[in-house]
């Protein structure tokens, strides 16, 4: 858990408004697992007076290499417990190493749902043993995701969860989501809500518009996600309270966290890679790879959605990581579930569709994959700063490469990516000063 980190580009999150600043190089110095000062580095014995690293010191040389805050991904399903055959904590959390994410905050749409603190606890116990990274459980806003009673939130908080969503799912009532962020307040943690009208999208297979008459399969119109944007933003408003809205999709749904914040709600989003790279042209010829929830969009959603990411409106950067069983993806696209695959390619897909065309820059990344979704999720992480466990990785910006889905490390093959060649690539990860991933 010493480490010293030579000529590395630092990388730190660059605030929203905040003028572009290249990289230093300097040193990484790692401390029993936590980022250290260099008079902190020479106490503890791995340097002498003059810097140069004492014998036994484990000594890195990353010139040429980017370091950066450990990402984090605020959205990801790792089906466990109860969906072990599509990916697991160990299998998930090594897929999450390989994309550089050193923390994920996990979906409780598991079998049992993570409704209660005994759930919570199998999860966050589970991951110690086995996983590679840290996990984070979410639990459920309801009691089985059913929409009726409240879950346990408190317990939930208590035992370790971070926040609480019903994710797949809308909260089923105004009512309902009142209550529910009354209660999830009172412990400090944040609701997260999945915006999409049911009544609208009910029996909707993809995006609602030419795409999808050409396919002669119902579509999902972007107003359903709309509409409960709007429902979610002026609830929090009237309680004067926060919340979190998942993996936004349209153009009009950032219109409206737009003016929510400029009005002074404290509303805050995400949104994931496949928004920004990818529309429901992908869906063409019954691709089911492309088959997600909320589904791929047009163009120009696109559009606002990158618009949204370079504004601060989208706060940030989540995979939604949904891994599915080849023989729940490679059958009828009616039939097919919804999600793909995400952990894997989320930092190459933003610097090749964001950095690269200058729609973003790397400090900005920084910061809507570490530093925001650590922040709203007080997970006290995001930042090199002294005493922060050292959660970083090392990135080659030059490195390509050409997406495999059959040689991930996730269980699950259904990435629409495959083939693709994209740029830059995590080199190694280290979760506490250890390093769980070397490429």
Not at 97 to 114: D, H, Q, Y
Not at 214 to 237: K, N, S
Request: with cysteine; proline share 5%; charged share 20%.
């Amino acid at each position: 858990m010493n480490l010293m980190i030579l000529n590395a580009k630092i990388v730190h999150p660059r605030p929203l408004g905040a003028a572009c600043t290249e990289p230093g190089t300097g040193t990484i110095y790692i401390v029993d697992g936590v980022f250290a000062e260099r008079d902190q580095a020479t106490a503890a014995g791995l340097i002498d007076a003059d810097g140069a690293p004492r014998e036994g010191t484990d000594v890195v040389d990353a010139t040429g290499l980017y370091a950066l805050p450990g990402l984090i991904d605020a959205h990801a399903h790792l089906r466990d417990p109860g969906q072990e055959y599509k990916e697991s904590i160990a299998t998930g959390t090594r897929a999450a190493a390989r994309g550089g994410f050193t923390s994920v905050l996990c979906m409780p749409n598991t079998i049992p749902v993570i409704d209660n603190a005994a759930v919570v606890r199998y999860v966050i116990d589970k991951a110690r043993r086995e996983g590679a990274v840290n996990v984070f459980p979410i639990g459920a806003v309801t009691k089985g995701q059913q929409g009726v009673e409240i879950a346990e939130i408190g317990l939930m908080q208590e035992a370790g969860a971070v926040a609480v969503s019903d994710d797949g799912a809308p909260v089923s009532t105004a009512a309902m989501l009142q209550r529910a962020l009354l209660y999830a307040a009172d412990f400090g943690i944040p609701v997260i809500d999945h915006c999409e009208d049911l009544s609208l999208a009910a029996g909707g297979l993809m995006n609602e518009g030419l795409n999808s008459t050409v396919m002669g399969v119902q579509g999902i119109p972007a107003v359903a996600e709309d509409i409960i944007v709007a429902r979610d933003i002026e609830l929090a408003g009237y309680l004067g309270l926060s919340i979190h809205l998942a993996h936004i999709s349209t153009a009009g749904a950032v219109a409206l966290i737009r003016r929510a914040k400029a009005r002074g709600i404290r509303v805050t989003c995400e949104t994931c890679p496949h928004y920004f790279t990818l529309t429901d042209d992908h869906c063409l010829g019954f691709n089911t790879l492309a088959r997600v929830n909320p589904p791929l969009r047009r163009p120009e959603d696109v559009a606002a959605v990158i618009e949204g990411l370079a504004d601060g409106t989208i706060d940030m950067i989540a995979t939604d990581h949904a891994p599915h069983h080849d023989d729940e993806k490679d059958i009828e696209f009616a039939h097919a579930r919804n999600g793909m695959t995400g952990l894997e390619t989320a930092w190459q897909l933003a610097w090749t569709r964001l950095v690269l065309p200058g729609h973003l820059e790397i400090g900005d990344l920084a910061r809507l994959m570490s530093r925001a979704p650590s922040e709203r999720f007080g997970l006290g992480r995001g930042g090199f700063e002294a005493g922060k466990p050292a959660d970083l990785i090392l990135v080659d910006p030059e490195r390509e490469v050409t997406v495999d889905r059959f040689r991930m490390l996730s269980r699950a093959h259904n990435s629409p990516y495959h083939g693709m060649t994209l740029q830059s690539d995590v080199v190694r990860t280290y979760v506490g000063g250890r390093e769980v991933y070397r490429g």
